[in-house]
C-alpha cells in the first residue's frame, strides 16, 4: 500500500497484519480521488480542506488527503493495533502536526459535543463490510452537523450489500470497483 499523489507520492504505508482491518485498495482510493478532482459534482478541492476518516484503519485515505493538501485530517479507530499502525504511519510520513488520532467508537464520537465543534468538507467512512448499522451511522453524521454546507460523505461499502440509507442523505453518485461500492453523498 503507498500514496498515490502528491508531497508524500510513492512513500509506502505500514499495514496491520491481522486479519480485522480491510485496506483500501490502491485502485479504489485513486478512483475516489479522481471523482473529487475532476468531477462537476463535487464542489471543493481537497487541498486546505479538514478530513474526517471514520473506521481509519491504516489511515490509507487520510494520508493521501494529507500528501494532496489538506489541512487537517482527523483518524478514528477503536481497534489498537490500527492505531498502533496508524501512529507509525504518522511518523514515517512526519506529519503529526496535520493529524489527530480518536480511539473512540465512531458512535460515541458523533455524539461528543466537545468534538461536534469541528466541521469537515470530507468525511470518509470505511466500516467493516460486516457493520449493518450503516443508516443509524449516517443519520448520526446528519444530526451531528459537521460535515461542511459543501462537503461530501464517502462510504466504502460491499458491493453484495444493499444497506438502507436515510432519506436526507442525498446519493450524489455511485461506483463500483471489484467488491467495492463508493457512495458520494451529502446532507
Known sequence: MRIISGNFKNKKLFEPSDNYTRPLKDLVKESIFNIIE???????????????DLFSGSGSF????ISRGAKKVLFCENHIPA????NKNIANLKCKKNTDI???DVFKLLNDKSF????????????????KKIEELLE???KSNI??????????RNKKYKDKLPQKFKVILE????????IFGSF
Open 147 to 156: 460535515l461542511d454546507k459543501e462537503g461530501i460523505v464517502i462510504l466504502h
Open 175 to 182: 461506483k463500483t470497483y471489484g467488491l467495492s461500492k463508493i
Open 102 to 104: 480518536y480511539i473512540e
Open 116 to 131: 461536534l465543534i469541528n466541521k469537515f468538507q470530507v468525511i470518509f467512512l470505511d466500516p467493516p463490510f460486516k457493520e
Open 38 to 52: 475532476h468531477s462537476k459534482l463535487i464542489k471543493f478541492k481537497i487541498e486546505n480542506c479538514e478530513v474526517l
Open 62 to 65: 487520510g494520508f493521501e488527503c
Open 140 to 142: 448520526n453524521l446528519n
Open 83 to 86: 492505531t498502533k499502525i496508524l
